[in-house]
């Protein structure tokens, strides 16, 4: 990293080990500077970054801002439900509030914000990819305290998507004592444990329901094969649960 401007600039930067790094710098004097962003020395695309530094007005103070809600929360974010958070400014002088958001694809995020009677803003965003986002929160230019937010989306859990098929849960054509086999496919899921339980009815093995002996095997797509081999001649009975449904 390099700056150049009116002024000599130090430069701190923070390594989040997460491909991302945080990076401030202090101009003491007002002007246009040249952010270098350079890669083997190299500039990298777009970069000298221009950015022109105002004077100090101490109008206003971006340190008393805050900023709060599950939106900015590192997890428990989920895919196509909306995130939302509250900006507040009250203690914190007038300024305009710029939000600026991305995801780890570089693609931006649009942040809907609405002013409340109480001098706080509502804000709110609907993240359609599972991967990590970034959201800065800037009063009067500057970044408020912990930004920017780091925000790893999940893509849920759609026990609904999960699909069950195979010759071992069709209602005939099993026959006692052969193996037989089903596929649990969850690749459309999101997030979640597979459990499976068979049983059979009573006076099949005995007066009472009996469980039944099955292996499972996590292949590697997120799909389960499972495999079983009915005891006796009767009914049986295949429950499958994801993430405890």
Not at 93 to 98: E, F, I, Q, R, T
Request: aromatic share 8%; net charge negative; glycine share 8%.
């Amino acid at each position: 990293f390099a700056i150049e401007g009116p002024s000599q600039a130090k430069i701190e930067y923070d390594d989040q080990n997460d491909g991302s790094c945080d990076v401030k710098y202090w101009p003491k004097e007002p002007g246009e500077y040249a952010v270098h962003i350079m890669c083997d020395d190299e500039d990298i695309r777009d970069s000298p970054y221009m950015a022109f530094i105002h004077p100090a007005t101490g109008d206003y103070n971006p340190d008393l801002v805050q900023a709060y809600g599950p939106g900015l929360e590192k997890s428990g974010c989920i895919v196509n439900i909306p995130a939302e958070f509250t900006v507040d400014p009250k203690d914190a002088g007038k300024a305009p509030l710029k939000i600026f958001a991305q995801d780890g694809e570089g693609q931006p995020i649009d942040i809907q914000m609405k002013s409340r009677m109480d001098g706080t803003y509502s804000c709110s965003y609907t993240p359609v990819k599972a991967i990590k986002h970034t959201i800065a929160v800037v009063w009067g230019g500057v970044n408020i305290p912990h930004s920017p937010y780091r925000v790893n989306i999940g893509q849920g859990s759609h026990p609904q998507k999960v699909k069950v098929f195979g010759p071992g849960v069709e209602r005939s054509g099993l026959k006692a004592n052969e193996p037989t086999h089903f596929t649990v496919d969850c690749t459309e899921a999101g997030e979640g444990d597979v459990s499976v339980g068979i049983k059979c009815d009573a006076r099949v093995l005995s007066e009472d329901e009996e469980d039944v002996d099955f292996d499972i095997i996590h292949n590697a797509n997120d799909t389960f094969t499972v495999k079983y081999v009915p005891p006796a001649a009767g009914r049986y009975t295949i429950k499958v649960l994801f993430a405890s449904q």
